[in-house]
Nanobody
Framework: QVQLVESGGGLVQAGGSLRLSCTPS????????MAWYRQTPGNQRELVAS???????TYADSVKGRFTISRDAAKNTVYLQMNSLSPEDTAVYYC?????????????????????WGQGTQVTVSS
């Protein structure tokens, strides 16, 4: 079973920085999109930032200019550098990976798209 290994969450004071990282437990034929989402109690999970193979990046308006998403293709790892953190950034942050890989259970190899979520890492920003 594929796992996304996340690290880097924790407690930080307002104005501080944290860096999250996420690495899948296996290699894929291709990883198309790696992203970070976040969720607070009672709210829907929201996209924070994403990065494609090209690479092109997308950011939520609330984090533009403060957060930077990057990807180390050789390590299959995605990072989220978070600067100028505020209490409003407090949430559980989830890594998401969209990847393509060959499925062979049905006989001939078929290239399929898979989507995986990490277990989440808590980020708490104190005022």
């Amino acid at each position: 079973q594929v796992q996304l290994v996340e690290s880097g969450g924790g407690l930080v004071q307002a104005g501080g920085s944290l860096r999250l990282s996420c690495t899948p437990s296996k290699n894929f034929f291709a990883i198309d999109v790696m992203a970070w989402y976040r969720q607070t109690p009672g709210n829907q999970r929201e996209l924070v930032a994403s990065i494609t193979r090209l690479p092109s990046t997308t950011y939520a308006d609330s984090v533009k200019g403060r957060f930077t998403i990057s990807r180390d293709a050789a390590k299959n790892t995605v990072y989220l550098q978070m600067n100028s953190l505020s209490p409003e950034d407090t949430a559980v942050y989830y890594c998401n990976v969209e990847a393509r890989d060959f499925e062979t259970e049905s006989g001939a190899p078929i290239l399929k798209t898979y989507n995986y979520w990490g277990q989440g890492t808590q980020v708490t920003v104190s005022s």
